[in-house]
């Protein structure tokens, strides 16, 4: 079952803030929000993860909300090498007992036009 | 140079064909992982192995094998190939389970 919900597809226009939706209203107390892209058929990359705080590094900011049942990730200045679709991954905390991998939705496809 | 790469990356067979796919990396990570892409849907754990002597069946494991020859090196193995297995595969390392994963480039397979 996912574990996430995210919209199939969005636009954004090049140079605006690109905000991308995750719920995940199941989420257990130790579970984190991972984010990552795969641009065309290339190997997933990393973006940025969070437990309840907001986070911010290089490539992006992520918000989640208080009750930790949603959170957006914000690409503050899009660019067209932006346009990818991006991954909204739950997964609990691995305390070194189990690395079960990443469960993978169908995630967001988001384009950047110029 | 890449930090985890895989090997073929095409890669054409017939039904019934034993193959093996891949992957090394020069992270120095202790995890590995395995996993199946197929058009329009995301990517899904066939096997992972936190070192050389702990290896573990993920989701879709049915129909595949792997080695891990050493602490850098994990291979996946389709010991009698089936169109179905047409997809494209993806080796990822981390060094825990709470860190990130890095992925390779991608195998894409095509089983005729």
């Known amino acids: 079952d996912a574990k996430t919900t995210q919209p199939p597809s969005m636009d954004c226009a090049e140079g605006r803030a690109a905000n991308l939706p995750c719920n995940h209203s199941t989420i257990s107390g130790n579970e984190y929000v991972y984010w990552y892209r795969q641009i065309h058929s290339q190997g997933p990359q990393y973006i940025i993860h969070?437990?309840?705080n907001n986070e911010t590094n290089e490539m992006a900011s992520l918000i989640i909300t208080e009750d930790r049942k949603s959170s957006t990730l914000i690409l503050p200045h899009a660019t067209l090498r932006d346009t990818a679709v991006y991954y909204c991954?739950?997964?609990?905390?691995?305390?070194?007992?189990?690395?079960?991998?990443?469960?993978f939705g169908k995630g967001t496809h988001l384009i950047i036009q110029p | 140079d890449a930090d985890v790469t895989q090997t073929p990356r095409n890669r054409i067979t017939k039904t019934g064909k034993r193959i093996m796919l891949e992957c090394s990396q020069t992270k120095g990570h202790d995890r590995m992982y395995w996993y199946r892409q197929d058009p329009g849907l995301g990517l899904r754990l066939i096997y992972y192995s936190f070192d050389v002597k702990d290896i573990n069946k993920g989701e879709i494991s049915d129909g595949y094998s792997v080695s891990r020859q050493a602490q850098a090196k994990f291979s996946l193995s389709l010991e009698s190939a089936i169109p179905n297995q047409t997809a494209l595969y993806f080796c990822?390392?981390?060094?825990?389970?709470?860190?990130?994963?890095?992925f390779g480039p991608g195998t894409r397979l095509t089983v005729l």
């Open positions: 969070g437990l309840k």
């Open positions: 990822a390392t981390s060094e825990t389970g709470y860190n990130e994963q890095f």
């Open positions: 991954i739950v997964r609990a905390y691995d305390s070194g007992g189990g690395a079960d991998g990443l469960t």
